[in-house]
């Protein structure tokens, strides 16, 4: 059920209060700019304009549809909801992108390469950091479940609300992108053990 | 208490790491865990792992702060009821509507990027496009064109301040280039009512490159080129004076400059300014850098470098040439010292860009949201917008009015020529007629001619070109290279002390021919083309005579009969004006 609080303040937004309306943007925006930045990252330097530009089209959604809003979960979640599908839109035209970007460079060669997978550019911008390689390295099903868990601290019943999916599937999720991540960084474990 | 197996423990230690074990099945994790090694060590990799990842991603997120202000600050409005392809369609009428503003602009467009006289505009075009193409598949650029017009201040500012300005330029001045410029300007003005706020400042650095593209040189060499080359020789000659030579005058240097030092390559002289000016954008826009009021210093700072690189280009180029007289020496240095001077303006212009901060790190705060209030890097998209658009475009496309054009005739003045210099008119093609007309010539007449004596006889092709609009009167220079000629040298040349005219040498194939020209009104002479455009900025606009002679022989520039042919000619135009300073009469 929604909290009381968060219940009162919907109800002043539909009502077209303003004053409420940016009380909930400042309250939610920081939480859902770093949920978008978490998600589109992608070491090129441009997913800080992409997250700024979802977070905010994820509070067009939701004051646009504040009627739908039942309660069945947090006003949170359901944002993070929002959030993580307009996220998911931006993420496939990317892919687009990158698939015509690819075709042309392979006509027309330019000194620099920009064809780095998203893979590529985070090792690229961090050379030293593997965990993020690692991570990155995932596929998108297991890469957001790790990333609601352990960067936004959601619960699996939270992770499960805002993707949609039972709490069993999340679990799952989180497991196999654990082996998958031990496996990436076992070197790393293993220096850290002996020192 | 009950054993629980490595396996069973395993997956509660997982359990747990997502919050879902029970407190007995805690109990007998522990249990387990107190007299297994293995499962320790399981445990420990487990917390580890997680202690990686809460480290990695905070260092890397938390770093990056969320944008200040807010978002949104208001309910939005109730997205348009219009289907996708009704809005497609509109936003297709109010770009309709806006090529109709700027049809005039389009068919210069059309010349400036189809003619042979433009190709380094074409190269320069095509280059533009693809970098530009590469980048904005980079930067993600976005034009949402399914979506209605945006409330976006700078974007519609620009729009409606560029499109005000062409009108009056067009009725008033009607400089083609300018007029392409603005239509550059406010279009991305324009487009900027599609395009998110920050990807539009983003991108104006793109917009400006591919304006810069424009054929600048003949409007820099008139309204930048001059003022410069007199304050260059100017500045010449006091360092000179203060070094005790006072022997190089500012005529000296003018004429230097006019013929050797006026290298006609992109990196020398007044076209390094353009060409700097285009590297500056390019520089600024490939490393991602914000363009602020301390970049326009960097542009001010840049271009004054070149101003004083060229000043000390001139200044070595009258130590070898007119004080040492070692001239071959000049010939040979003058294309290497623009080029180094302008390599390094260039290494220190990226230096300064690199200087700016990057964009990408940048919280945007839309520095350009001069009306005030929302910050929101996405603006109200209000209905009444593209209808309210429409109209103003409309209206300002029925205010558009072109400069009125005097009406060419041919021979319509009476030219006495002296009985020594003997002419058959020779009739302009309507062809011809048309091209040398289209621009608002007043007059235009063609003879061939015989002049002198038999053994130092000269034959050739005698041509007046008579406006009062300095566009009326090309280059004769372009001209003969349109006709497939190729200047091989073009001179200065003193045939009195108040008359000055140029001298080329053209070829075609193995042929050689001279040939003259120069512009003159009642009561001046100039062969500087600069001279005559800036006396149309003047309240009276007097007739200006382009005189071209093109000899059917090869002659050395200051051959005696070359200027005493061209004293008679420069006679008879003078009689043509009747003692008038101003109009032929």
Known sequence: MIAMDSAKLLARCQAGDELAVEQLVREYQPRLFRLALSILDDGSGLGSADAEEVAQDTFLRALRSLDTFRGESSLATWLYSITINLCRNVLRSRRRREHLQRLFQALVEFGEDHSHTTEERVVHHEATDRVLKAVFALNEKHRLPVILRYYHACSVREIAQILDVPEGTVHSRLNTARSQLKIRLEEEWTEDRNL | ?585
């Not at chain 2, 938390?62 to 202000?69: E, G, T, V």
């Not at chain 2, 189809?114 to 095509?126: D, P, Y």
């Not at chain 2, 390559?265 to 700097?276: A, D, E, N, R, Y």
């Not at chain 2, 470098?305 to 001139?314: K, Q, T, W």
Request: overall charge negative; hydrophobic content about 50%; some cysteine.
């Open chain 2, 1 to 585: 208490m009950t054993q629980i197996t490595h396996e069973l423990a395993r997956q509660y230690l997982l359990s747990r790491a997502d919050g879902l074990l029970s407190d007995k099945e805690n109990l007998f994790l522990k249990e387990h865990l107190r007299g297994c090694e293995t499962c320790r060590l399981e445990e420990e990799r487990l917390d580890h792992l997680h202690i990686q990842l809460q480290d990695s991603f905070r260092e890397r997120w938390d770093a990056i702060s969320p944008p200040a202000r807010p978002l949104v600050t208001s309910l939005p409005a109730p997205e348009s009821q219009w289907p996708r392809f009704g809005r497609v369609a509109i936003n297709l009428a109010l770009f309709a509507l806006w090529i109709w503003l700027y049809r005039a602009v389009l068919d210069y467009l059309k010349i400036i990027f189809s003619h042979e006289e433009f190709r380094t505009n074409q190269f320069l075009l095509a280059g533009v496009l693809i970098l530009i193409y590469v980048q904005f598949r980079k930067q993600r650029f976005q034009l949402k064109v399914d979506a209605l017009p945006q409330m976006y201040a700078p974007g519609l500012g620009l729009m409606i301040g560029g499109s005000a300005i062409y009108l009056i330029i067009e009725r008033i001045l009607d400089i083609n280039t300018l007029s392409a410029t603005l239509f550059g300007l406010a279009t991305y003005g324009f487009l900027g009512l599609w395009i998110s706020p920050r990807r539009w400042l983003e991108g104006l650095p793109a917009a400006l490159l591919l304006i810069g593209v424009l054929p600048f040189g003949d409007h820099l060499e008139t309204f930048i080129g001059y003022p410069m080359r007199l304050a260059t020789a100017w500045i010449v000659q006091n360092g000179f004076s203060i070094l005790g030579i006072h022997s190089v005058g500012v005529d000296t240097i003018l004429i230097l400059e006019s013929g050797l030092a006026q290298v006609d390559i992109p990196c020398s002289g007044v076209k390094s300014l353009w060409t700097g000016m285009l590297f500056l954008i390019a520089a600024t826009w490939l490393e991602g850098r914000s363009v602020n009021l301390r970049w326009l210093g960097i542009v001010w700072l840049v271009g004054g470098m070149l101003f004083v690189a060229n000043v000390a280009r001139v200044a070595v180029l009258v130590v070898v040439d007119t004080l040492a007289g070692w001239g071959i020496l000049a010939e040979l240095i003058h294309v290497p010292l623009g080029v180094l001077a302008f390599s390094g303006v260039c290494g220190i212009a990226v230096l300064l860009v690199r200087s700016q901060p990057q964009l990408a790190g940048i919280p945007f705060a839309d520095p350009l949201n001069i009306l005030g209030g929302e910050s929101s890097v996405e603006k109200k998209r209000p209905v009444w917008l593209a209808p309210l658009l429409a109209v103003l475009i409309a209206g300002m496309a029925l205010l558009y009015q072109p400069r009125p054009q005097p009406v060419a005739a041919q021979a319509a003045v009476q030219w006495v020529f002296p009985s020594e210099l003997q002419v058959h008119t020779d009739s302009l093609s309507p062809e011809l007629f048309a091209w040398l007309t289209q621009d608002g010539v007043v007059f235009a007449d063609r003879w061939q001619f015989n002049w002198g004596a038999e053994e130092s006889s000269l034959s050739g092709d005698l041509m007046f070109i008579t406006s009062d609009n300095w566009r009326g009167q090309h280059k004769p220079e372009r001209c003969f290279e349109v006709q497939g000629q190729k200047v091989e040298s073009v001179q200065t040349v003193m045939v009195a002390e108040d008359f000055s005219l140029r001298v080329l040498r053209l070829s075609r194939g193995p042929l050689q021919v001279s040939a003259l020209y120069w512009l003159q009104t009642g009561n001046r002479v100039t062969d500087d083309f600069a001279t005559r455009i800036w006396s149309d900025l003047g309240r009276e606009k007097p007739h200006w005579v382009l005189v071209t002679i093109l000899l059917d022989d090869v002659y050395p520039p200051d051959s005696a009969s070359l200027g005493a042919l061209a004293n008679t000619v420069r006679a008879v135009v003078a009689e043509g004006f009747g003692g008038n300073e101003l109009w032929i009469k």
